[in-house]
């Protein structure tokens, strides 16, 4: 049964998208290594997070995903319990993909894999091109080459919005002087420990809509990078904050991220969770609270990929 769903907002090319939306990505475990995937608890979390009301599915190709994505996608839709207009369904180009031709095919392969005719939001990955889908060797591509091919891949509707993610300001900057068709939207991850100011204000003035990945930053032990900053979810003014509005910590902190203007994508693939987190669209932060939580930004990263730091357009 329908809980509740989110607000839209409209992007710059006069698409649609859903403010709150479902992450798929398994994560990395404590050395930095992807957690692969065994099981098809992903497929049962988009499935629960369906029929809970969310409408936004962000996914990627190297999450090795996407087939898990497209199965519950498609059993929603045959059940009727959504059409698939009402939903907003995002992938990602990998970094071995980068020449303007292979961008196109790339998409093509994602949409077989999903069993879609096109997605919603197609994002370049990061602005590193990779010669393989592995995270070595670097292939000399600068991250303005992929740019055409998705400008193409949205000629050709196999995508109705294109974007990039952890695209700095500088390389933001520059593909937005060199290029007519410009990006609807940016992702970047965005927490309390990293609440990116000065990329949201760049984002707001061009009417570029920002997604917030890992929102919870380093809320919980599972996530917790070495020297993260606090808080954790057990911290006692965030604890405070929550029983005055009579929500959860992850509530307060999606609400927060939220109301800076980003549209959260949490992951979980925990029933219980699907539902708390999207339960956030009935109460406001007052401004005090506000000013307390935006305290906690330090500029500490969780998705830091220091594995690509030796890259010469490494953005961080
Ligand atoms: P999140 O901040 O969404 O955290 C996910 C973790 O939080 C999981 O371990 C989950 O556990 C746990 N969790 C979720 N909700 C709750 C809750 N209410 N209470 C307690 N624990 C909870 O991190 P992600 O890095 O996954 O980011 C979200 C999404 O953003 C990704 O899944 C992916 O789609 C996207 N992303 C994009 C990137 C990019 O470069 N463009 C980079 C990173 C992420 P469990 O699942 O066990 O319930």
Redesign the pocket.
Same mark, same amino acid.
């Given at each position: 049964q329908s809980t509740c769903s989110a607000p839209v907002t409209r992007l710059r090319d006069g698409n649609f998208m859903p403010r709150f939306g479902f992450?798929?990505?398994l994560?990395f475990d404590e050395n930095q290594v992807p957690i692969p995937v065994t099981d098809e608890s992903v497929q049962l979390a988009v499935e629960m997070a369906i029929d809970a009301g969310y409408r936004h599915i962000? &996914?990627?190709s190297i999450y090795h995903i996407e087939d898990q994505v497209g199965r519950a996608v498609n059993k929603k839709i045959q059940e009727g319990v959504v059409r698939r207009e009402e939903l907003f369904i995002t992938t990602?180009l990998w970094n071995d993909a980068h020449r303007r031709e292979a961008v196109v095919p790339a998409l093509r392969e994602s949409l077989q894999r999903l069993n879609l005719t096109y997605v919603d939001l197609y994002?370049i990955?990061?602005p590193i091109a990779t010669e393989t889908k592995a995270f070595k060797p670097y292939a000399d591509v600068d991250y303005l080459q992929p740019w055409p091919g998705m400008v193409e891949a949205h000629q050709l509707k196999l995508t109705k919005s294109i974007g990039i993610?952890?695209y700095n300001k500088t390389q933001l900057q520059r593909l937005w002087d060199s290029h007519e068709v410009k990006p609807a939207v940016l992702?970047i991850?965005t927490?309390l420990n990293l609440q990116q100011a000065e990329l949201r204000e760049y984002c707001h003035d061009n009417d570029i809509a920002v997604i917030g990945? &890992?929102? $919870?930053?380093s809320l $919980?032990p599972?996530?917790l990078r070495p020297g993260a900053p606090p808080p954790r979810?057990d911290h006692p003014m965030l604890v405070a904050m929550a029983q005055k509005y009579n929500k &959860?910590v992850?509530q307060i902190v999606l609400r927060f991220n939220y109301e800076l203007g980003v549209t959260p994508?949490?992951?979980?693939? &925990?029933k219980s969770?699907i539902y708390?987190?999207l339960n956030i669209f009935d109460f406001t932060l007052d401004d005090f609270d506000r000013r307390d939580l935006k305290n906690f930004d330090t500029g500490f990263r969780?998705?830091d990929v220091k594995f690509f730091s030796d890259s010469p357009y490494y953005p961080f």
């Open positions: 992450g798929t990505w994560g962000d &996914t990627a990602k994002l990955h990061y993610c952890n992702q991850e927490n990945y &890992t929102p $919870f930053g $919980f599972n996530k979810v &959860t992850p994508i949490p992951k979980t693939v &925990t969770r708390e987190n969780v998705v």
